[in-house]
């Protein structure tokens, strides 16, 4: 099982490579570079979660329709193709704005599209994949390997890309991004191979997915799944909200380079290793929720002193507030995660998938609104900072009314209704990991 893990954390590693040239370069690129709507930027790179309803559609379609025996790796494979192909793309079209703006939006679409489609095709199957091949007793650890390597996997991606990148010009992007995008096919499809049995029986009374509406509907009518659904929005929304303007700060306020705001993924990715350590010591001397707090409160002072230091001019505080933001985050991202796995019910498939599409929800509407206000509040005062400073204190405020919020969930009551299995509990780990 051990040769097994680590091929689905391949797959679970391509995957997020796809994610970051996109999310740490080429927004700042757009943004900085271009002069391009933060809005329009925003929408481009939140498809994959506007995308996200269609899993149910495609979990099921792998579910009941195999290819040549395997249910799985066939819609891996697409998706992972679909991935790699919208990052080697993405820049030739965007690029193409700048001489031809309707062909290069329409293309950009297209690739973002293709991208988004992929991110959802891949990761709703081999998330299915890897809860079968590791039985109830084994799904803990497999997630455990797989978020640790995906982790790691983003910090040196976007090292190399730093690297690759230290002189900017449009071409040593392309290029860059082509090294990534088959980097990342790569090491998927060595973690395909030969990960998936073969089957010849046909697929026979497998069950029905359940469908956003329904999950809609079961939310709203638990009181204590209603708080913690909304409170998750809000809480997500404002932590992810960042990542589409951090990079394009950085340069907008201080001059760093291409090569430099990249970077500050990695810093990111070090602070969240860093705080999953922190996060486990802390749960044995604190309750979940008080780790909670802590890590909001963190994040809290992240954006207020990323805000701060973009009016005083301090670059040093800058990279102080990024520390405290990445710590603070993840702080608060494990211990809601774990705090996550105590909310499920005797109906484990509607809960699992209700908070997933809160995670969803939370990233679409935190990035897209993060662009609007800072295209609204930059036209209004005709300073670039101001847009991006009001984005960091609304996120602040956002946190703020999380830790509000946090003290109407009750988990004890929700627990009373059924106990879910520890097996459960893993298998939502599970979902919300992608």
């Not at 988004?116 to 390997?145: C, D, H, K, P, W």
């Not at 995660?337 to 809160?358: E, N, R």
Request: charged share 10%.
């Amino acid at each position: 099982m051990f040769r097994k893990r680590i091929q689905l954390a391949l797959i679970h590693v391509s995957v997020a490579m796809s994610l970051v040239p996109i999310n740490s370069t080429l927004n700042r690129v757009m943004i900085k570079e271009m002069a391009l709507s933060a809005t329009l930027v925003a929408v481009l790179a939140s498809l994959p979660y506007l995308f996200s309803p269609l899993q149910v559609v495609i979990g099921s379609l792998s579910d009941r329709h195999p290819w040549f025996g395997y249910r799985r790796s066939p819609y891996i494979a697409l998706g992972l193709i679909l991935c790699v192909l919208g990052v080697v793309l993405a820049p030739y079209t965007v690029f193409l704005m700048q001489d031809q703006l309707a062909w290069g939006l329409l293309l950009s679409v297209l690739v973002f599209g293709a991208w988004g489609m992929g991110f959802n095709f891949a990761s709703v199957t081999y998330l299915s994949l890897a809860s079968e091949l590791s039985g109830e007793q084994g799904r803990s650890r497999t997630i455990s390997v797989m978020w640790f390597m995906m982790i790691v996997s983003i910090i040196l991606t976007a090292a190399a890309l730093s690297r690759l990148l230290e002189t900017y010009t449009p071409q040593t992007l392309e290029r860059a991004f082509l090294l990534v995008g088959l980097a990342a096919l790569l090491l998927g499809f060595l973690g395909l191979i030969g990960l998936e049995p073969r089957s010849s029986a046909a697929v026979k009374d497998m069950p029905q997915r359940t469908g956003w509406t329904t999950l809609i509907r079961t939310v709203l009518g638990n009181k204590q799944a209603r708080h913690f659904f909304l409170y998750m929005i809000v809480l997500l929304a404002a932590i992810l909200g960042q990542d589409v303007l951090l990079e394009p700060f950085g340069g907008e306020a201080f001059g760093l380079s291409v090569s430099a705001t990249t970077r500050i993924t990695s810093i990111w990715g070090g602070c969240f290793l860093l705080s999953l350590l922190i996060a486990n010591w802390l749960e044995q001397v604190l309750n979940k929720r008080n780790v909670a707090r802590i890590g909001a409160a963190g994040a809290i002072v992240g954006f207020v002193s990323i805000a701060v230091s973009g009016i005083v001019h301090q670059q040093g505080l800058f990279f102080a507030g990024l520390v405290m933001l990445g710590m603070g985050t993840g702080l608060a991202t494990v211990s809601n995660l774990s705090l996550m796995l105590d909310m499920t019910t005797a109906q484990i498939g509607l809960y699992i998938g209700a908070w997933g599409m809160a995670d969803a929800l939370a990233r679409l509407l935190g990035t897209v609104l993060s662009g609007v206000v800072r295209d609204v509040i930059t036209q209004i005062s005709r300073n670039p900072l101001s847009g991006y400073i009001t984005v960091f204190l609304i996120e602040a405020g956002l946190l703020a009314l999380s830790l509000i919020m946090l003290n109407r969930i009750d988990v004890q009551r929700f627990l009373q209704q059924s106990q879910a299995s520890l097996a459960e509990r893993a298998e939502l780990l599970n979902e919300v990991s992608s």
